[in-house]
Nanobody, 124 residues
Framework: QVQLVESGGGLVQAGGSLRLSCAAS????????MGWFRQAPGKEREFVAT????????YYADSVEGRFTITRDNAKNTVYLRINTLKPEDTGVYYC?????????????????WGQGTQVTVSS
């Protein structure tokens, strides 16, 4: 059974940093892109970042470019999201997902498996 477990969320002050982790189990994901999405209260889930199967190619939403860094460790079947200079508008539940193909997408429809999410709350 495929399982994705996110961790690392919490309550932080604006300007702070977090590192989110997503550990995958049940299969090997090294051939597939991984992605992070987030959902703020009362809003739809939105794309945050994606990384290709090898980790050599990444892409970010404009709102997080320069502050967020997505990486992966295929030996550990884990993807990370480093978040710097947090802003109150970064508040939300962060989800990781496994892509259908080696290269990622900004569309949630291109991801097959999802974690339960980890809450990030940024106070001003």
């Amino acid at each position: 059974q495929v399982q994705l477990v996110e961790s690392g969320g919490g309550l932080v002050q604006a300007g702070g940093s977090l590192r989110l982790s997503c550990a995958a189990s049940g299969r090997t994901f090294s051939s597939y892109a991984m992605g992070w999405f987030r959902q703020a209260p009362g809003k739809e889930r939105e794309f945050v970042a994606t990384i290709n199967w090898s980790g050599e190619s990444t892409y970010y939403a404009d709102s997080v470019e320069g502050r967020f860094t997505i990486t992966r460790d295929n030996a550990k079947n884990t993807v990370y999201l480093r978040i710097n200079t947090l802003k109150p508008e970064d508040t939300g539940v962060y989800y990781c997902a496994v892509g259908r193909r080696p290269y990622g997408s900004i569309s949630a429809r291109e991801y097959d498996f999802w974690g339960q999410g980890t809450q990030v709350t940024v106070s001003s």
